[in-house]
């Protein structure tokens, strides 16, 4: 997450994305990324407290860049990590699930649940073995075939996309 604050305590970052002023600008965000994998494009979004809520007193508590939610129930969030951590990819998979789960409340239909999609903005790279910048992971089998097409988690390493553009 961006660790730079706004005085308000605010990541720098939601002004870009999250600022109300600049829905627009999210939808064609969220459009341009996750457009092909879309059932279709996304028209409005109600923009979500920035915190994963926790369910227990000694739950973790994570927090986003950007969280929304489109007409359909779909969930959407964006996280910038400047830096690389050991546990990132623990943490990004964690705030997804933490996400996908919040949907329903005890007693209600897992029918209720929606496609729910995570976006990560990385300033290095960390997947060194994978020339391209652009990753989607997705609950597949080894032939590809979907468990269930709920989303998934997308990365983009800026580094590479940077080096790319600059050849």
Known sequence: MCRTRRPD???????????????????????????????????????????????????????VDVKARDATGQMFQVGIQLLNHRDLPAR????????????????????????????????????????????EFRLRNQRGRAFLDHGGIWLLEVRKFAADAGR
């Not at 002023?21 to 279709?40: E, K, M």
């Not at 949907?103 to 060194?128: F, H, N, V």
């Open 92 to 135: 990004i998979l964690y705030g997804w699930a933490n996400l996908y789960r919040s949907q329903i409340k005890e007693g209600e239909s897992y029918r209720k649940l929606r496609p729910t999609y995570a976006i990560w903005l990385l300033g290095q790279i960390l997947l060194l073995d994978y020339p391209e910048y652009a990753h």
């Open 9 to 63: 305590g605010a990541p720098k970052s939601d002004r870009l994305l999250g600022a109300e002023s600049n829905r627009d600008l999210w939808i064609h965000f969220l459009n341009a990324v996750l457009g092909a994998d879309l059932p279709q494009p996304i028209v409005a979004v109600e923009i979500h407290n920035l915190y994963n809520g926790k369910e227990f007193l000694d739950d973790k508590l994570t927090a």
